[in-house]
């Protein structure tokens, strides 16, 4: 059983930007593929971006090319996403998540089995 716990969420004005971590409990942390989604009010839970197990593999969605990158240390079994250039429609809760699938990515919230509490993100105009 994997654990993740996310933090760096907070209220910022457009333009700013923002660091997430998600920090995990398992030393297999490295074994997982990784991924970030979010939940903005009333909408379902969508894919942000997702990296693999040595972190060179790496997708985006389209929406956040360019202005979001995600990376890993797996050394401290921690997840980060780097948002620049934050916009009002990224606000949302954002989860991290982690899959135990053989593959290297996974954009589908069904393939991730551990999730983490989420944090609040919330970008004013």
């Known amino acids: 059983q994997v654990q993740l716990v996310e933090s760096g969420g907070g209220s910022v004005q457009a333009g700013a930007s923002l660091r997430l971590s998600c920090a995990a409990s398992?030393?297999?942390?490295?074994?997982?593929?990784m991924g970030w989604f979010r939940q903005a009010p009333g909408k379902e839970r969508g894919f942000v971006a997702t990296?693999?197990?040595?972190?060179?593999?790496?997708f985006y969605t389209d929406s956040v090319k360019g202005r979001f990158t995600i990376s890993r240390d797996n050394s401290r079994r921690t997840l980060y996403l780097q948002m620049n250039n934050l916009k009002p429609e990224d606000t949302a809760v954002y989860y991290c998540?982690?899959?135990?699938?053989?593959?290297?990515?996974?954009?589908?919230?069904?393939?991730?089995?551990?999730w983490g509490q989420g944090t609040q993100v919330t970008v004013s105009s």
């Open positions: 998540a982690a899959s135990e699938s053989r593959g290297v990515s996974s954009t589908l919230s069904s393939e991730y089995e551990y």
């Open positions: 398992e030393p297999s942390f490295g074994a997982h593929i």
């Open positions: 990296i693999s197990q040595s972190g060179a593999t790496i």
